[in-house]
C-alpha cells in the first residue's frame, strides 16, 4: 500500500480530492480556491 498519491497519476491534487482518492492537502491550487469557496459558501447560507 502507498503512503502517499501515486507519483505516476497525471490528475491534479483537486480532481484527486473531488474523486475520493488520495491527495497533497497543502497543494497550491487548492489553498488558491478556498477563500472563494468560503465566500460563496457564505452567500449560499445568507451570512
Known sequence: MSAG???DD???M???M???DLYIADDPELAEDN???VVRTLDATGR
Open 35 to 37: 477563500p472563494a469557496r
Open 18 to 20: 473531488l474523486a475520493g
Open 10 to 12: 497525471s490528475r491534479t
Open 14 to 16: 483537486r480532481e484527486r
Open 5 to 7: 498519491p501515486d507519483v
